[in-house]
C-alpha cells in the first residue's frame, strides 16, 4: 500500500485514539454502532447520552472541528428521510405547530436521527485516525477473507489514481474551452468517461501482469502483523461497554 486516499479522510496525529491499533478500533468501533443501533426506539435518553459519548471520542482525536463537520455530510440522506418521517409514517397523529404529524413517524424520525449522528461521529473519529494501509492490515488481522481485503486495498490504491486521470482529463477538456452548460455536452464527457474507464482497465492489466512477474499467488502476504495490549481493548471497547450498559438499562422492566 503506497498512496493513500489523501488528506481528507486521515489526518496524522498523537492522540489516544491515533495510537490504539488499527484493528482493535475497528472492532470496538463496530461493536459501538451495533449496540446504538440495538436500542429500543423509545430510548432518546439513552442515545441521547451515546451522542455525547461520541463527540467526547471525537474531541480526543483532536481533530479540527471543521473537517468533523465537513465529514457529516454523508449523514445528510438520514437527516433528510428523518425529517420526512412524521409527515408520511401512520398511525396515532398530534399537532406541532402548524403540522400535523405522526406520533410514530416523530418518534421513529428522532431515534434515527439520534442513532445516524451517533454512528458517523464515531466512524468519522475512526476515518480521521487510521490510515488506509493500517485499515488493510486490520482486515487481514481479523481474518477478513483474502478476496475481499485484496478488492478493498486495491480500491484504496487506485482511486486516487483513478481520479487524478479523470482531473487531467477535465483540465484538458477545459483548456479547449469545453464547458458542460446542456445536453449538447454529455457526448463529450460520455466519451472521456469511456477513455477513463479504458484506460484504468489497461492500467489493471498492467498492473496484474507486474504482480504475477514477482511471483504473485492470488494472496496478500502479511508483511507487517499487528499486536495489541490489554490496555488498548480496554480503552477502545470503552464507548461499546458505556452503550451496552445504556442498552442494558433500559431493557430492564
Known amino acids: 500500500m503506497g498512496a493513500e486516499l489523501g488528506p481528507h479522510l486521515h489526518i496524522d496525529g498523537d492522540s489516544v485514539v491515533h495510537r490504539l491499533p488499527a484493528h482493535v478500533k475497528l472492532v470496538g468501533l463496530l461493536t459501538f454502532v451495533l449496540l ?3 436500542l429500543p426506539r ?3 435518553m439513552a442515545r441521547l447520552a451515546l451522542l455525547g459519548v461520541a463527540l467526547g471520542v471525537v474531541l480526543s482525536t483532536r481533530v479540527p472541528l471543521r473537517h468533523v463537520a465537513s465529514r457529516l455530510v454523508v449523514e445528510v440522506p438520514f437527516v433528510v428521510f428523518a425529517l420526512v418521517l412524521p409527515f408520511v409514517a401512520t398511525g396515532p397523529t398530534t399537532q406541532l405547530g402548524p403540522f ?3 406520533r410514530d413517524g416523530v418518534e421513529a424520525g428522532i431515534a434515527l436521527l439520534l442513532t445516524a449522528t451517533t454512528s458517523v461521529l464515531m466512524a468519522v473519529a475512526f476515518a480521521t485516525t487510521t490510515s488506509s494501509r493500517d485499515l ?3 482486515l487481514q488481522h481479523l481474518k477478513v477473507p483474502d478476496r475481499l481485503v485484496q478488492i478493498l486495498a486495491f480500491m484504496v490504491r487506485y482511486l486516487g489514481v483513478v481520479g487524478s486521470q479523470a482531473q487531467r482529463m477535465r483540465v484538458a477538456r477545459e483548456s479547449r474551452a469545453f464547458t458542460a452548460r446542456s ?3 454529455w457526448p463529450v464527457i460520455a466519451s472521456s468517461a469511456g477513455a477513463l474507464f479504458i484506460r484504468s482497465y489497461e ?3 498492467r498492473v496484474h501482469l507486474a504482480m504475477m512477474s514477482r511471483g504473485y499467488d492470488g494472496r496478500m502476504p502479511v508483511t507487517d ?3 495489541a495490549r490489554r490496555a488498548d481493548w480496554m480503552r477502545a471497547l470503552l464507548p461499546a461497554a458505556l452503550a451496552l450498559v445504556a442498552l442494558t438499562l433500559v431493557r430492564l422492566p
Open 225 to 227: 502483523p499487528m499486536t
Open 136 to 138: 488493510v492490515r486490520a
Open 36 to 38: 446504538v443501533v440495538a
Open 183 to 185: 445536453v449538447g455536452s
Open 42 to 44: 423509545e430510548a432518546h
Open 100 to 102: 400535523t404529524v405522526s
Open 203 to 205: 492500467r489493471g492489466e
